[in-house]
């Protein structure tokens, strides 16, 4: 019976940690909503833009399209991403995206981030496997 426990605890301590070492926002993601709330202001959104895709190597990359007041905007670049704590910082060429974002909702199937402009600006953005 001891032998089999000890395997037991071994084997729940290995797969804790490996799945602890992958974060969940790895894979493909429709952005169902792109939301821009400015103070005082009415909301902006956009809905199901395009995917976003974040590999295991921390590399991943855009595949939008959207309209917003009227403009129309294309991101089909690569990227790199870090995960630290509650911050998801995306580099790379300039777009909307390429910022630090604070995720606020992490789940399997579900990611809510957010982020400002640094004024009076909000971004969210719902993502959705």
């Known amino acids: 019976m001891k032998k089999i426990t000890l395997k037991f605890i071994v084997f729940f301590s290995i797969f804790a940690v490996f799945s602890s070492c992958s974060p969940r926002i790895i894979g493909v993601w429709n952005v169902e909503n792109f939301e821009t709330v400015s103070q005082g202001d009415e909301s902006i959104s956009a809905k199901n833009i395009g995917?976003?895709?974040?590999?295991?190597?921390?590399?991943?990359?855009?595949d939008l399209s959207f309209t917003i007041l009227g403009v129309r905007k294309e991101d089909k670049t690569p990227f790199n991403?870090?995960?630290?704590?509650?911050?998801?910082?995306?580099?790379?060429?300039?777009?909307?995206?390429?910022?630090t974002w604070i995720v606020v909702e992490d789940h399997k199937k579900y990611q809510k981030i957010k982020s400002t402009d640094g004024a009076d600006q909000v971004q969210i953005v719902e993502l959705r496997k």
């Open 51 to 62: 995917t976003i895709t974040f590999q295991k190597d921390g590399t991943g990359v855009k």
């Open 81 to 99: 991403w870090t995960l630290s704590n509650s911050l998801l910082t995306i580099n790379g060429q300039e777009s909307d995206f390429v910022k």
